[in-house]
């Protein structure tokens, strides 16, 4: 099933590698892609959408394809979808029609505040529908009093649809004003990505269909240059709808901007105000970025302009939810950077993300890397040491492969290992919750 709706014009210039793309050039479907993810909070209500109506508006001449969370806010579309389910299998029937009228409610405030009524309208139509689908499936549940894994999947991916449905409108309502010819194309992400299930390492993307499918797709959208995306959702091997699991769509922008070859992927992060880290950044005083040290800890930590791709991973995994090394994974093999950004902050420029850190010019001239000693301290915090010790290690061949063969058994992620050069002992730093 595949919808496109009515969207954000382009201005300002970018520039990428050995290419640079001038404001008001005509924007051909041979020019490279950008790729804007927007998370949740930054769709959450009208307000919020036009921040990021406004953003597209003044992203440089170039090919965009933005990749959407569902609904965010208080309450969250996706939790509220996931609770659905729970609530059917106990038979919560009142609560069940409560929520399904609040999901309604939301998306339809948004639109009344952005889109015309004739526009709007259809699109409230489709959503009212995909509803009607989910009560249907939830009354199946109400009677069996059970579901699988699967029924989870299918339910809790639909916010992602209504999110980039209505987007694509906003975007394409804005082009339409601005008597712009090209148009944003509503792609759902169900019908392109594909994945393979690993119980061990979780959603494999397979990317040559995924691009084969994705290239199908693009031959028939005709005049529309851009694209909107479903993130968090996707399609095994075998045709059932699954995700790629929670906080799924930074993933799926990292995705598409491999399969498309794109020029850079922004993502584009949806707090403002206090500080606290989120998704591998920190953000504080409503700017966005990576920082040299969590601003809740060392007031005096800056953002950091420039990081290379391992730095990025290893000041993520430390900082606990940070840009996840599998998110970055997609850009890397393609050598894509990464643009941490603020939507409430726009004008920042954030950090950037590469696989080395940007050139600078000495005093001779000459161009080099930008050389840092120390690019930023990060910490895990609740985790716990297990040390195992014995003077009957000492000289035993195969004492470590079965220790970490056990932890692996029981799913235990090893963070830290220290052994003694004495083979006395093996130390090692586990999640404390295990």
Same mark, same amino acid.
């Given at each position: 099933?595949?919808?496109?709706?009515n969207?954000?014009?382009?201005?300002?210039?970018?520039? &990428?590698?050995?290419?640079?793309?001038?404001?008001?050039? &005509?924007?051909?479907?041979?020019?490279p892609?950008?790729v804007?993810?927007?998370?949740?909070?930054?769709?959450?209500n009208?307000?919020?959408?036009?921040?990021?109506?406004?953003?597209?508006?003044?992203?440089?001449?170039?090919?965009?394809? %933005?990749?959407v969370?569902?609904?965010?806010?208080?309450? $969250?579309?996706?939790?509220?979808?996931?609770?659905?389910?729970?609530l059917?299998k106990?038979?919560?029937?009142?609560?069940i029609?409560?929520?399904?009228?609040?999901?309604?409610?939301?998306?339809?405030?948004?639109?009344?505040?952005?889109?015309?009524?004739?526009? #709007?309208?259809?699109?409230?139509? +489709?959503?009212?529908?995909?509803?009607?689908t989910?009560?249907?499936?939830?009354?199946?549940i109400?009677?069996?009093?059970?579901?699988?894994?699967?029924?989870?999947?299918?339910?809790?991916?639909?916010?992602? @649809?209504?999110?980039?449905?209505? @987007?694509?409108?906003?975007?394409?309502?804005?082009?339409? !004003?601005?008597?712009?010819?090209?148009?944003?194309?509503?792609?759902?992400?169900?019908?392109?990505? %594909? %994945?393979? @299930?690993?119980?061990?390492?979780?959603p494999?993307?397979?990317?040559?269909?995924?691009?084969?499918?994705?290239?199908?797709l693009?031959?028939?959208?005709?005049?529309?240059?851009h694209?909107v995306?479903?993130?968090?959702?996707?399609?095994?091997?075998d045709?059932?709808?699954?995700?790629? $699991?929670?906080?799924? +769509?930074?993933?799926?922008?990292?995705?598409?901007?491999?399969?498309? !070859?794109?020029?850079?992927?922004?993502?584009?992060?949806?707090? +403002?105000?206090?500080?606290?880290?989120?998704?591998?950044?920190?953000t504080?005083?409503?700017?966005?970025?990576?920082?040299s040290?969590?601003?809740? =800890?060392?007031? !005096?930590a800056?953002i @950091?302009?420039?990081?290379?791709?391992?730095? #990025?991973?290893?000041l993520?995994?430390?900082?606990?939810?940070?840009?996840?090394? $599998?998110?970055?994974?997609?850009?890397?093999?393609?050598?894509?950077?990464?643009?941490?950004?603020?939507?409430?902050?726009?004008?920042?420029?954030?950090?950037?993300?590469?696989?080395? =850190?940007?050139?600078?010019?000495s005093?001779?001239?000459?161009?080099?890397?930008?050389?840092?000693?120390? +690019?930023?301290?990060?910490?895990?915090?609740?985790?716990?040491?297990?040390?195992?010790?014995?003077?009957?290690?000492?000289?035993? &061949?195969?004492?470590?492969?079965?220790?970490?063969?056990?932890?692996?058994?029981?799913?235990?992620?090893?963070?830290?290992?220290?052994?003694?050069?004495?083979?006395?002992?093996?130390?090692?730093a586990?999640?404390?919750?295990?």
């Amino acid at each position: 099933m595949r919808h496109t709706s009515n969207g954000g014009t382009s201005t300002g210039v970018f520039h &990428h590698r050995n290419a640079t793309v001038a404001a008001g050039c &005509h924007i051909s479907k041979m020019d490279p892609f950008v790729v804007h993810k927007f998370g949740g909070t930054s769709v959450g209500n009208a307000t919020a959408m036009k921040a990021v109506r406004e953003i597209i508006a003044n992203v440089a001449n170039d090919r965009i394809a %933005v990749v959407v969370s569902a609904m965010g806010g208080k309450p $969250k579309v996706t939790d509220l979808l996931i609770s659905l389910v729970e609530l059917a299998k106990t038979r919560q029937q009142d609560a069940i029609a409560s929520i399904i009228d609040n999901i309604l409610r939301k998306h339809d405030d948004a639109m009344s505040a952005l889109l015309p009524p004739a526009v #709007a309208a259809p699109i409230l139509d +489709s959503i009212r529908a995909d509803l009607k689908t989910l009560e249907d499936l939830l009354k199946a549940i109400s009677i069996m009093r059970s579901y699988n894994e699967n029924v989870t999947e299918l339910v809790s991916g639909h916010g992602e @649809l209504w999110s980039a449905r209505i @987007l694509t409108a906003v975007l394409n309502q804005h082009l339409i !004003e601005q008597g712009k010819a090209e148009r944003f194309a509503f792609v759902d992400a169900r019908e392109v990505l %594909v %994945v393979e @299930l690993d119980d061990n390492h979780g959603p494999v993307v397979q990317y040559a269909e995924t691009k084969q499918r994705l290239s199908t797709l693009m031959d028939t959208l005709g005049n529309h240059t851009h694209l909107v995306i479903t993130g968090f959702i996707c399609t095994t091997t075998d045709g059932v709808v699954t995700t790629l $699991k929670r906080d799924g +769509s930074d993933f799926s922008a990292s995705i598409f901007g491999r399969v498309l !070859e794109a020029a850079a992927i922004t993502i584009w992060t949806d707090v +403002s105000g206090t500080s606290f880290v989120v998704k591998c950044l920190l953000t504080y005083s409503n700017i966005a970025g990576v920082y040299s040290a969590d601003p809740r =800890r060392v007031p !005096e930590a800056q953002i @950091l302009p420039h990081v290379s791709y391992q730095e #990025a991973m290893e000041l993520a995994y430390f900082g606990a939810k940070v840009i996840h090394p $599998k998110t970055m994974a997609p850009a890397i093999a393609q050598s894509i950077p990464i643009f941490i950004r603020n939507t409430f902050d726009a004008d920042h420029p954030g950090t950037r993300i590469f696989h080395r =850190r940007a050139l600078t010019r000495s005093l001779s001239g000459t161009l080099a890397e930008a050389k840092t000693i120390v +690019s930023g301290f990060s910490t895990i915090d609740d985790m716990a040491l297990f040390n195992l010790e014995g003077s009957g290690m000492v000289g035993v &061949h195969g004492v470590a492969s079965r220790l970490f063969s056990a932890l692996d058994r029981i799913k235990v992620n090893v963070v830290l290992i220290a052994q003694a050069s004495s083979e006395h002992s093996i130390c090692l730093a586990i999640p404390a919750a295990n």
